[in-house]
């Protein structure tokens, strides 16, 4: 057996291609359906957070930066893990996707949560100023004027931080979750060859290449234009 | 105590700190109606943070103030309501920049004033055509110099129709060419009627058009009347050599 055709039989043998491919493609259904449950979780509650930390009040505020730092500061396998053998302990039964979901949606919404506050911190004081000095009250001011200015500044750093976070579905693998590389493992012990890990990397492409090229589109056009 | 109702504006012993420093020490301060009050000083004398408590920008820390008889510290007094009545201008111009003219003249309008968008278009062309700038309409702020984005700001806050205007150094961030076009705006104001209180160092517009000047230094009002005794030789020593200093 010559080299390529070794290199062949190890990452690509086709008939192992064809057997698994329906699984793969299962673990893809199952990967995007977690990461767009993921998202809209993670960012709305980061915003959420981020807006409640503009309220300036201490202990609430206080309560929002441990959450984040220790989030942030954790692994998130070790979370991973923790909530899954953990909660059922204390009788909470949870599927495995939906460990896997709570998890990253909470480490998004740290990483959102600190995005967002940084954005809001970014738009210059006088905005306030000409917001409230019209009327306005704090929450229109928020909403109408501040909001705007500050999510513009935060599309490139959050696109970036999504791609990150959504890409750990991938932890999934470890409590049985049936996305790709889960998907991928199980092919691989059956047939005792790499050919579908190679294509479960192949289907991460698929799904984030398109992401991360919209996300660098996003960012040149997300550029704000200063005044 | 009870305001005299023939004010516009009356601050009565007006004091702001800002930690241990005292920034303002005790303000006493009239404003009729239609009359253009500007306030010149030193920096550092407290003429923007006075300013800035005239609509509770800054909180003061003591003293009253009554906007048009209703008393502006008054936690039962709803401030927002207040504030759309006392129109304020910054240096900075502040326009919303992810806003056109028209929807930063609008937003106020439609939000605090609950009017329906096409009402407050309305006012908002009005105003615009007011500082003459109906063409620009639908202009954002990045793409107006900045004589046209500080007509924008004055629309802005006379849309809603003001009793009292606050400018604050309103042309400083301009260019020197720019400056008439803003300042022929705020004359057009006062001719119409419009009380303004003006701090600013446009001492040729001052001696022009104000009724009235006060001169502030270190917190405290030293010396007011009007434009003629300010800059002739019967001033406050202090104003007339603040004054020398700046003249060039």
Known sequence: MDNATLFIDTFFKPELIVRYLPDIMKGMVVTIEIAMLVVVAGISLGLALALVRSLRSRIVNAAIIIFVDVARALPPLVLVLIVYFGLPNVGILLPSYAVLWLVLSFLLAAFAEEIFWAGILSVRKGQWDAARSTGLTYSQALLHVILPQAVRLTVPPLTNRTIAITKNTALGTVIGVPEILNQATTAESFSFNATPLMMGAIAYLVLFVPVVITGRYIETRFIWRRV | ?248
């Open chain 2, 1 to 248: 105590m009870l305001a005299r109702r023939n004010l516009i504006l009356e601050v009565r012993g007006l004091r702001k700190s800002f930690g241990g420093t005292e920034v303002l020490k005790g303000i006493d301060f009239t404003v009729e109606p239609q009359e253009l009050v500007f306030i010149i000083g030193p920096s550092g004398a407290g003429k923007s943070t006075f300013l800035r408590c005239l609509n509770r920008l800054e909180e003061p820390t003591d003293g009253s103030i009554f906007v048009d008889g209703m008393d502006l510290l008054h936690p039962k007094n709803d401030i927002n309501a207040m504030r759309r009545r006392i129109g304020m201008v910054f240096q900075a111009f502040n326009l919303y920049p992810h806003k056109t003219a028209l929807g930063n003249v609008t937003l106020a309008l439609r939000k605090v004033m609950g009017l329906a968008n096409a009402q407050a278009e309305a006012i908002g062309y009005a105003a615009l055509d007011r500082v003459g700038l109906k063409d620009k309409a639908c202009a954002y702020p990045n793409e107006l110099s900045g004589g046209q984005q500080q007509r924008v700001a004055i629309a802005r806050a006379i849309a809603l129709q003001p009793k009292i205007m606050l400018f604050d150094e309103p042309t400083s961030a301009l260019d020197p060419e720019l400056v008439g076009s803003v300042l022929a705006v705020m004359r057009d104001l006062q001719t119409s009627g419009m009380t303004m209180v003006v701090v600013s160092h446009e001492m040729r517009f001052a001696r022009e058009a104000a009724h009235r000047v006060v001169f502030m230094e270190d917190g405290l009002v030293c010396d007011e009347g009007p434009p003629a005794k300010i800059f002739g030789p019967d001033a406050n020593p202090r104003a007339s050599k603040f004054l020398a200093g700046i003249a060039r």
